[in-house]
């Protein structure tokens, strides 16, 4: 009984300071809001803030969503990840990767999840290795250690690449990923090749001046240009709240635009919502981004269906979840704004 009433009193607390926090910045506003109830919207993130969210922060600070009738929390996603709790409906919106997403799709108990918005047009990930140990191709890997996130797909991934490039994935030594920094998990020979998103990971490796090679899994095959990272929606959300979803998607578009012609200001945005962030690093992958945004789409978050189903059949025919991932579903590009 006491910690409930311990439980009740802390939450009144929250309640109150919240309450508190939200006059005061209500009486800092220019009013152009002034007696509107804003739509609350929670975006929970994939990991910790990086550049694949700058655009969230821009929308954010600068004014976008509020202008759109919308309160937008950015929060960092539980054990349960972004997917989940987006389905759950605890998040109306959050981060996630096609690949990542493949067996919450398949299924009587599939989750009620829709990627909204492609965050960025092609796949940047690929395999890093130290320079001149021969991984500069897949086949390379033949006889060296890979972290492994132990994922179907993942290693469904890396061993079609390898055999296609003639290699022989029997000989890749998998050991159990630890990794949280690559460059130091490279420099300690801890690891000889890891799976990364070049526009973090591999611009941290030249900043750092350590000498790799790498090759991105979409240039070996166009099977492998899928959509990672994607905006997801929870289904009901964008069922009930239609014209909502579409405000926070026209708000998100901006966020997301004014990245790609700024890419100094963003990366300050970002620092500024993240000031853990290596301001050093974060200027560099807005700079490396800030063309792979949008690329040649006609508008930022346009998701192509050939590619997505192209990406689904391929896991299908290969085996690499329960049950079929159904094509022609869970992606949709109308609530992004009509341009």
């Given at each position: ?26 009486n ?59 389905a ?52 390379g ?21 390898m ?12 050991i ?40 991105a ?40 635009e ?26 560099a ?15 930022w978050?346009?998701i ?11 896991v ?5 979840t ?5 094509l ?5 590009n109308?609530y992004?704004p009509?341009?």
């Amino acid at each position: 009984m006491k910690k409930r009433v311990t439980a009740f009193l802390l939450t009144i607390l929250m309640i109150l300071s919240l309450a508190a926090c939200s006059n005061e910045e209500g009486n800092q506003k220019d009013g152009s809001n002034e007696g509107k109830d804003l739509e609350k919207i929670t975006v929970v993130l994939d990991w910790t803030p990086n550049t694949n969210h700058t655009g969230l922060y821009v929308a954010q600070e600068k004014g976008y969503f509020e202008e759109a009738g919308l309160d937008v929390e950015i929060v960092q996603p539980p054990e349960d990840g972004a997917v989940v709790l987006t389905a759950s409906g605890r998040a109306q919106f959050g981060v996630s990767f096609q690949d990542s997403m493949a067996a919450a799709l398949c299924g009587e108990d599939a989750l009620p999840v829709t990627a909204v918005a492609a965050i960025i047009q092609h796949n940047t990930s690929g395999i890093i290795s130290r320079k001149g140990e021969g991984m500069d191709r897949p086949k390379g890997m033949e006889g060296h250690t890979y972290a492994t996130w132990n994922g179907a797909i993942e290693l469904g991934t890396v061993q079609e690449v390898m055999e296609t490039d003639g290699g022989d994935y029997s000989r890749l030594e998998l050991i159990p990923s630890t990794v949280t920094d690559e460059v130091s998990a490279l420099k300690t020979n801890s690891v000889d090749s890891i799976w990364v998103f070049y526009a973090w990971a591999g611009v941290k490796t030249e900043l750092e001046e350590l000498p790799t090679d790498y090759f991105a899994f979409a240039d070996i095959d166009p099977v492998f240009d899928y959509y990672t990272p994607v905006l997801i929606a929870n289904n009901r959300y964008l069922e009930e709240k239609t014209e909502m979803a579409k405000a926070f998607l026209a708000a998100v578009t901006k966020g997301y635009e004014d990245a790609i012609a700024d890419p100094t200001e963003a990366a300050q945005i970002l620092c500024k919502a993240a000031p853990e962030l290596d301001p050093e690093l974060v200027l560099a992958s807005q700079e490396y981004l800030k063309d792979k945004y949008q690329a040649e789409a006609s508008q930022w978050g346009l998701i192509d269906a050939d590619r997505w189903n192209g990406f689904y059949e391929w896991v299908n025919e290969k085996g690499l979840t329960e049950e079929p991932v159904p094509l022609d579903t869970a992606f949709t590009n109308d609530y992004l704004p009509v341009k």
